[in-house]
């Protein structure tokens, strides 16, 4: 007998919600369903697209969705699941297209629950003939189930179906939904699966489903209870004349029900009204109404979080202790538990759209004449509509709020999704899908453990440390926590960056005690350096956990020790970095290598020499890299030892499991820096740089004015240089096998070949693909240098952006101002990434204007047919030209350029004129045309030194 503990009252129920396809719809059902106390809904025809789970952020509820690639079909059920239920949700997958499974687990026991939704029947005999087939598979796939959740408990079953669960768990099974089907009222004494209590008369499917009942002892539920005719049907016709009921709960004889009812309060979207069933448990406690109301949201109250933090006792003045940490995190806990307070969250819906739930639950059953079906049909659209209206005018507070703010967008888009986004399946590495809690843990476990195990046997020689490190100021903490940056997320210890700051005339004393305690010991105190891992989808196909990136959560005081460090050791890092390294350096940038590699090009084709590149790409670099190569590159390069040895101990002490779905999974870690750390780019290149250093690469690559260029790095984003095939598959070569000494591994799959002659070149044997074009740090490389390609790029970036954010920059409501604000800082950035490179022509300018004029329309609100003039319009917007922003941005690069103390390759290479003879014929137009022709002289360069910033934009933009 099903008899779960400690779960109290445990309702479930079924309803049919008529088209589930749209975020308002959702929204719609969760307003619909507050103060109905239910734990588990099985949604029929949902046609929802895809298979997922969804936390809502309306709502206390869970949303699981099985539903068809397209959202026309009529298919497609789900679940919803309240937040009491969900530490006990083991597992959702998809059975079939009108099938879907959800199992909840207590204890040994596992109620499994089926979502069925059944084909209709149609008025047609050949349409009906096709849906009885239909039908008949519909029963068969759950006696198929059915036979399959009866044999996994048991000790003889296949081991598919033991490791789908635990070995000799028992399995109740319950069926929930719209079966189409008339049970009606018992017949024969011997009927068992229906009870005393039927509805109507029985109809031939009514008879196959009983007879299904009968040969799977299965109950229909909703039979089994006493209620009035009122709350028996769960169907109402389109007139309002006839009522049926076709919705059930059909349970295990083994599951006991305390009730069963059909709500009289039923859903208004739906013809459908929601059928409830209590499950009989063994310990009767009384159950609050769980409330589903929104969450409510906190802030910190500053004045009493500074009063509260003076309050407390001083440790600044006490002996070194391991406890510090602990007591430093209990007071600044306590501080912001009592200085907190509720922050107001406006809803999604206004309180008119709410009153009009209101009335349309009034008209649902008044629609005995046509003047009344007709009055509900056109609320029903009033409401979407309201609905719709009420979205858009949310999505606008809170994206007008950040702009006047000056905040970033990430948190708009966050606030406006309709909810947060669960694992709910994952591919294992031999391929099998897996579905269920125990089977993902496993999986994550078993990938992140290969992952992070070490596979290269790397010596580090510990050098004894030459002097002390000098302790740490509380200038130089408060000046690090000052570049932090704010809305972070927090760590295990729920303190924010926020906090830090507020507090930070009373708690930069203690952090700074604490810092050069751990400096001297070259320790951390325990759970400081421990962490929370997720998982953000990157791209590709969500069920391949290698498209995933996890990110550390760390604590917020962690993270300021992290980057104190990275203070004291940045520029001897730096120092240690040739030019060929840009990624996270002070005065480089991805506009730098981008310059570098389009004047190659440009080069390469004016004068007819030969190139050859290879993008190099490494598998999840940072995740793999050996630390005792980091260890030994830092040592190498300078870092102090008590440093050097402070790291060693986060690394060997930290923990980080990974969340899933709200449950930690243990990882025990071996390798690869942590993402999310300040500090761990700095390592990641320095070890990247210890790697080169091995390499005797000085007669190969490209003689720019003397100096060799055998690459170009950015992080790990790579591209190897060189002016013949050979030369370059000896790098290839000689690159590949020092990675894999510090434990990187190129990915032959992203890795791709450019050349200007056809040739191959292989990768532990394999051949790299050879492409005619490729995006290098966000811009579209060619060999044929023509930016017209990723002009196209460019326009379409800024038309998606534009896109994202298309109701508020159209509505006619809100201020020009912010719309020109929103613009200037969101779409404009995203057409002119990497203008600084682009050789401007004037068709160009020409495709940037006339793309940004039809976006100035449509914020206005004018067509071209309104022969309004290009003045009149940008008399009305006042938003910068993008031509111009292009102009502006490449005058300004050229004059850091020209200005530039450092030897960039950027600035060698625009400066480069190799010792050939150019062929005859005009070239293509070039980077430096326009400056030339501007100022009418060759050498731009010296000119550019000889005037300032603002001297220089002056006389560029009046030439």
Same mark, same amino acid.
Request: hydrophobic share 35%.
């Given at each position: 007998?099903?008899?779960?503990?400690?779960?109290?009252?445990?309702?479930?129920?079924?309803?049919?919600?008529?088209?589930?396809?749209?975020?308002?719809?959702?929204?719609?059902?969760?307003?619909?369903?507050?103060?109905?106390?239910?734990?588990?809904?099985?949604?029929?025809?949902?046609?929802?697209?895809?298979?997922?789970?969804?936390?809502?952020?309306?709502?206390?509820?869970?949303?699981?969705?099985?539903?068809?690639?397209?959202?026309?079909?009529?298919?497609?059920?789900?679940?919803?699941?309240?937040?009491?239920?969900?530490?006990?949700?083991?597992?959702?997958?998809?059975?079939?297209?009108?099938?879907?499974?959800?199992?909840?687990?207590?204890?040994?026991?596992?109620?499994?629950?089926?979502?069925?939704?059944?084909?209709?029947?149609?008025?047609?005999?050949?349409?009906?003939?096709?849906?009885?087939?239909?039908?008949?598979?519909?029963?068969?796939?759950?006696?198929?189930?059915?036979?399959?959740?009866?044999?996994?408990?048991?000790?003889?079953?296949?081991?598919?179906?033991?490791?789908?669960?635990?070995?000799?768990?028992?399995?109740?099974?319950?069926?929930?939904?719209? $079966?189409?089907?008339?049970?009606?009222?018992?017949?024969?004494?011997?009927?068992?699966?229906?009870?005393?209590?039927?509805?109507?008369?029985?109809?031939?499917?009514?008879?196959?489903?009983?007879?299904?009942?009968?040969?799977?002892?299965?109950?229909?539920?909703?039979?089994?209870?006493?209620?009035?005719?009122?709350?028996?049907?769960?169907?109402?016709?389109?007139?309002?004349?006839?009522?049926?009921?076709?919705?059930?709960?059909?349970?295990?004889?083994?599951?006991?029900?305390?009730?069963?009812?059909?709500?009289?309060?039923?859903?208004?979207?739906?013809?459908?009204?929601?059928?409830?069933?209590?499950?009989?448990?063994?310990?009767?406690?009384?159950?609050?109404?769980?409330?589903?109301?929104?969450?409510?949201?906190?802030?910190?109250?500053?004045?009493?979080?500074?009063?509260?933090?003076?309050?407390?006792?001083?440790?600044?003045?006490?002996?070194?202790?391991?406890?510090?940490?602990?007591?430093?995190?209990?007071?600044?806990?306590?501080?912001?538990? $009592?200085?907190?307070?509720?922050?107001?969250?406006?809803?999604?819906?206004?309180?008119?759209?709410?009153?009009?739930?209101?009335?349309?639950?009034?008209?649902?059953?008044?629609?005995?004449? /046509?003047?009344?079906?007709?009055?509900?049909?056109?609320?029903?659209?009033?409401?979407?509509?309201?609905?719709?209206?009420?979205?858009?005018?949310?999505?606008?507070?809170?994206?007008?709020?950040?702009?006047?703010?000056?905040?970033?967008?990430?948190?708009?888009?966050?606030?406006?999704?309709?909810?947060?986004?669960?694992?709910?399946?994952?591919?294992?590495?031999?391929?099998?899908?897996?579905?269920?809690?125990?089977?993902?843990?496993?999986?994550?476990?078993?990938?992140?453990?290969?992952?992070?195990?070490?596979?290269?046997?790397?010596?580090?020689?510990?050098?004894?440390?030459?002097?002390?490190?000098?302790?740490?100021?509380?200038?130089?903490?408060?000046?690090?926590?000052?570049?932090?940056?704010?809305?972070?997320?927090?760590?295990?210890?729920?303190?924010?960056?926020?906090?830090?700051?507020?507090?930070?005339?009373?708690?930069?004393?203690?952090?700074?005690?604490?810092?050069?305690?751990?400096?001297?010991?070259?320790?951390?105190?325990?759970?400081?350096?421990?962490?929370?891992?997720?998982?953000?989808?990157?791209?590709?196909?969500?069920?391949?956990?290698?498209?995933?990136?996890?990110?550390?959560?760390?604590?917020?005081?962690?993270?300021?020790?992290?980057?104190?460090?990275?203070?004291?050791?940045?520029?001897?890092?730096?120092?240690?970095?040739?030019?060929?390294?840009?990624?996270?350096?002070?005065? $480089?940038?991805?506009?730098?290598?981008?310059?570098?590699?389009?004047?190659?090009?440009?080069?390469?084709?004016?004068?007819?020499?030969?190139?050859?590149?290879?993008?190099?790409?490494?598998?999840?670099?940072?995740?793999?890299?050996?630390?005792?190569?980091?260890?030994?590159?830092?040592?190498?390069?300078?870092?102090?030892?008590?440093?050097?040895?402070?790291?060693?101990?986060?690394?060997?002490?930290?923990?980080?499991?990974?969340?899933?779905?709200?449950?930690?999974?243990?990882?025990?870690?071996?390798?690869?820096?942590?993402?999310?750390?300040?500090?761990?780019?700095?390592?990641?290149?320095?070890?990247?740089?210890?790697?080169?250093?091995?390499?005797?690469?000085?007669?190969?690559?490209?003689?720019?004015?003397?100096?060799?260029?055998?690459?170009?790095? $950015?992080?790990?984003?790579?591209?190897?240089?060189?002016?013949?095939?050979?030369?370059?598959?000896?790098?290839?070569?000689?690159?590949?096998?020092?990675?894999?000494? /510090?434990?990187?591994?190129?990915?032959?799959?992203?890795?791709?070949?450019?050349?200007?002659?056809?040739?191959?070149?292989?990768?532990?044997?394999?051949?790299?693909?050879?492409?005619?074009?490729?995006?290098?740090?966000?811009?579209?490389?060619?060999?044929?240098?023509?930016?017209?390609?990723?002009?196209?790029?460019?326009?379409?970036?800024?038309?998606?952006?534009?896109?994202?954010?298309?109701?508020?920059?159209?509505?006619?409501?809100?201020?020009?101002?912010?719309?020109?604000?929103?613009?200037?800082?969101?779409?404009?950035?995203?057409?002119?990434?990497?203008?600084?490179?682009?050789?401007?022509?004037?068709?160009?300018?020409?495709?940037?204007?006339?793309?940004?004029?039809?976006?100035?329309?449509?914020?206005?609100?004018?067509?071209?047919?309104?022969?309004?003039?290009?003045?009149?319009?940008?008399?009305?917007?006042?938003?910068?030209?993008?031509?111009?922003?292009?102009?502006?941005?490449?005058?300004?690069?050229?004059?850091?350029?020209?200005?530039?103390?450092?030897?960039?390759?950027?600035?060698?290479?625009?400066?480069?004129?190799?010792?050939?003879?150019?062929?005859?014929?005009?070239?293509?137009?070039?980077?430096?045309?326009?400056?030339?022709?501007?100022?009418?002289?060759?050498?731009?360069?010296?000119?550019?030194?000889?005037?300032?910033?603002?001297?220089?934009?002056?006389?560029?933009?009046?030439?």
């Amino acid at each position: 007998m099903f008899q779960p503990s400690n779960v109290g009252r445990l309702s479930i129920g079924t309803l049919n919600v008529r088209r589930l396809a749209s975020s308002e719809r959702l929204l719609e059902l969760q307003e619909e369903l507050e103060g109905i106390n239910i734990d588990v809904i099985a949604l029929t025809e949902l046609r929802w697209r895809g298979t997922g789970s969804l936390q809502l952020s309306d709502s206390g509820f869970c949303f699981y969705h099985a539903g068809p690639e397209s959202s026309e079909d009529v298919s497609g059920t789900g679940f919803l699941v309240s937040s009491r239920m969900k530490p006990f949700v083991e597992a959702f997958r998809p059975v079939s297209p009108r099938i879907s499974a959800l199992d909840l687990k207590f204890g040994r026991q596992l109620l499994r629950l089926f979502a069925v939704y059944a084909p209709p029947t149609s008025a047609t005999r050949d349409d009906e003939e096709d849906e009885e087939d239909e039908y008949d598979s519909l029963l068969e796939t759950l006696r198929s189930e059915l036979r399959a959740a009866s044999m996994s408990g048991q000790r003889g079953a296949s081991s598919t179906l033991r490791d789908a669960i635990a070995p000799r768990l028992r399995v109740y099974p319950a069926l929930l939904g719209d $079966f189409n089907a008339k049970i009606g009222r018992k017949e024969e004494d011997d009927e068992e699966a229906v009870g005393n209590f039927g509805y109507g008369d029985r109809n031939v499917r009514g008879q196959q489903l009983l007879d299904f009942c009968e040969e799977n002892h299965l109950r229909a539920v909703n039979t089994f209870f006493k209620a009035r005719p009122g709350r028996k049907w769960t169907w109402i016709s389109p007139n309002g004349h006839t009522k049926n009921c076709i919705d059930f709960v059909l349970a295990s004889r083994l599951i006991r029900f305390q009730s069963a009812t059909v709500l009289g309060s039923c859903i208004s979207s739906s013809d459908h009204r929601l059928v409830r069933a209590v499950i009989q448990t063994p310990k009767r406690e009384v159950m609050r109404h769980e409330d589903r109301t929104l969450k409510k949201k906190y802030r910190l109250n500053r004045d009493l979080f500074r009063m509260a933090l003076t309050t407390m006792t001083p440790c600044a003045n006490q002996q070194d202790s391991p406890e510090d940490y602990a007591n430093l995190v209990a007071q600044v806990q306590s501080a912001a538990e $009592f200085a907190r307070e509720p922050e107001e969250k406006s809803p999604r819906l206004s309180e008119e759209t709410k009153r009009l739930f209101a009335q349309r639950r009034h008209l649902k059953y008044r629609r005995s004449t /046509a003047a009344e079906r007709i009055a509900l049909t056109e609320l029903n659209k009033l409401i979407r509509r309201e609905i719709r209206k009420d979205l858009v005018k949310h999505h606008q507070r809170l994206v007008e709020e950040a702009i006047r703010r000056n905040r970033g967008l990430r948190h708009v888009r966050r606030e406006a999704a309709i909810g947060r986004r669960r694992l709910t399946r994952l591919r294992d590495a031999d391929g099998n899908l897996c579905s269920t809690t125990t089977q993902l843990k496993r999986t994550v476990k078993a990938f992140y453990e290969a992952l992070y195990s070490s596979t290269v046997d790397v010596q580090y020689e510990e050098h004894e440390a030459q002097e002390e490190c000098p302790d740490l100021l509380i200038s130089e903490v408060g000046e690090a926590l000052k570049t932090m940056r704010n809305g972070t997320a927090p760590g295990i210890d729920k303190i924010t960056v926020e906090m830090l700051k507020t507090g930070s005339h009373v708690l930069l004393p203690w952090l700074t005690k604490l810092f050069n305690m751990c400096l001297r010991t070259c320790s951390i105190p325990q759970k400081m350096a421990d962490s929370s891992t997720i998982l953000l989808h990157k791209k590709g196909d969500p069920l391949e956990l290698k498209n995933y990136r996890p990110i550390s959560l760390l604590s917020a005081i962690y993270k300021l020790l992290t980057k104190v460090l990275t203070k004291r050791i940045e520029r001897i890092l730096d120092a240690a970095q040739p030019v060929e390294q840009a990624g996270f350096r002070k005065n $480089f940038s991805t506009i730098d290598h981008l310059q570098a590699i389009n004047q190659l090009v440009e080069r390469s084709r004016e004068y007819r020499l030969p190139l050859f590149i290879v993008f190099v790409d490494y598998e999840k670099a940072f995740d793999t890299v050996e630390l005792n190569a980091v260890w030994s590159a830092v040592q190498q390069q300078g870092v102090p030892g008590q440093i050097t040895k402070l790291l060693q101990k986060i690394y060997q002490e930290a923990t980080s499991p990974v969340n899933i779905n709200d449950e930690p999974v243990p990882i025990e870690i071996r390798r690869g820096v942590r993402q999310g750390d300040t500090i761990s780019p700095k390592l990641f290149t320095a070890t990247l740089e210890h790697v080169f250093r091995h390499l005797q690469w000085e007669e190969v690559g490209i003689n720019i004015n003397g100096s060799r260029l055998s690459n170009l790095r $950015f992080a790990d984003d790579i591209a190897l240089i060189a002016e013949t095939a050979e030369d370059l598959q000896k790098m290839m070569d000689e690159l590949n096998e020092a990675s894999q000494r /510090a434990g990187l591994k190129i990915n032959a799959n992203k890795t791709k070949l450019m050349s200007t002659e056809p040739t191959s070149i292989l990768l532990n044997g394999s051949e790299v693909e050879r492409v005619e074009s490729f995006v290098y740090l966000g811009q579209e490389v060619r060999l044929v240098r023509d930016h017209g390609k990723e002009m196209s790029r460019r326009i379409c970036s800024g038309w998606n952006v534009f896109k994202q954010y298309k109701q508020f920059l159209t509505n006619p409501t809100v201020e020009m101002r912010w719309k020109r604000r929103l613009f200037n800082m969101c779409v404009l950035p995203a057409m002119l990434y990497g203008a600084e490179t682009w050789a401007l022509t004037k068709s160009a300018c020409k495709r940037l204007a006339t793309a940004q004029r039809k976006m100035e329309r449509r914020m206005v609100g004018v067509r071209l047919v309104d022969k309004k003039t290009n003045d009149w319009l940008r008399g009305v917007t006042k938003i910068s030209d993008v031509a111009e922003s292009a102009k502006k941005r490449k005058m300004k690069y050229a004059w850091k350029l020209a200005n530039e103390d450092e030897e960039k390759w950027s600035k060698r290479l625009t400066d480069w004129r190799p010792i050939v003879s150019r062929p005859l014929g005009r070239p293509r137009t070039r980077w430096r045309d326009d400056i030339r022709k501007a100022l009418r002289t060759q050498a731009w360069q010296n000119q550019a030194r000889r005037t300032t910033l603002r001297q220089w934009l002056n006389i560029m933009g009046s030439a």
